[in-house]
């Protein structure tokens, strides 16, 4: 593979020239797109506007050694302050449509995921109202096998189209082959998923819709607005991360600019104008005091990108 530093001006002009329906630009403010909003920019970022685009990005991505950033909705993103030193990717709205033939919901992969559990509930379809619950695309949601009351991504994913940067394919896979498991896939940062497949059930329209609603007013009162990325760590084995994150006294625990939440433990909070190392050291910091109060060990849910070291608990 061709290694070194890209000519990001050079690439940049190359795919404003192939990509007539997408937009590229330099040095563009990506911690703005997250749902934290700190952090830096990414040295290139495209928004492709259609599938024509997107086969000619994957056609001048492959075979390259550039680092690739899948963005998504960036609900589940802490961008380093010093940015994201590569190509960050999203899809536009051409990749936000759902087709439902009831009872398989076809959906683009930008799709936000609240929206398709609307219109699911609204076509009498069970077995998606969860996902009104979830701030990130669909497929974000299918990287992450996100989930929520109950049930996940695995329980209504029938396959999935994947374009894959780094090798210029195509795939498309079925529900074996993600190997879904929690919070996890194996897909990787340069895959993109263009668009899935989910099979639900039929169901009554009126007990959807109030499920939706139960499921909206369960989030309002037990967890934070603001900016915050949802729950910061995953839940280990037969315990749920919030409630060791409160035993360990972390409640209102704050440093610079984050704070963990009074309302939820395990969620993190960003002042407007703040750091992300602020939010890194204090997930740091919860981690550590959460081991060293029960000896569990605590893993981010949170997706880091842009600093330059691993995740990890100890000073």
Known sequence: MPRGRPDWAGLAESLRSKMPDSTVALGAPLGA?????????????????SERDLRRLAAETASKDWPILVVGLGSNLLVGDSGFDGLALRLGPAFAVARIEAPVVTAGGATPMPVLARQCAAAALGGFSWAVGVPGSVGGAVCMNAGGHGSDMREVLRRVEVADLATGQRHCLGLE?????????????????????????????????????????WRRRNQP????????????????AGRLVEAAGCKGLRHGS?????????FIGADHGGASVDVLSLMREVARRVEAHSGVRLHPETRLVGFEEPFRSDP
């Open 258 to 266: 984050a704070s963990v939440s009074e309302l939820h433990a395990n």
């Open 177 to 217: 082959d993600l190997l879904l498991g929690y919070r996890s896939s194996v897909l990787e940062s340069s895959q993109v998923v263009v668009e899935v497949e989910l099979m639900l059930r039929a169901g009554d329209r009126e007990h959807e819709e109030r499920l939706i609603r139960e499921v909206v007013r």
């Open 33 to 49: 797109l997250t749902t934290y909003r700190v952090g830096g920019p990414a040295t290139l970022l495209v928004e492709v506007g």
């Open 225 to 240: 607005g603001g900016a915050n990325a949802g729950s910061v760590f995953m839940n280990p084995p037969g315990d749920f």
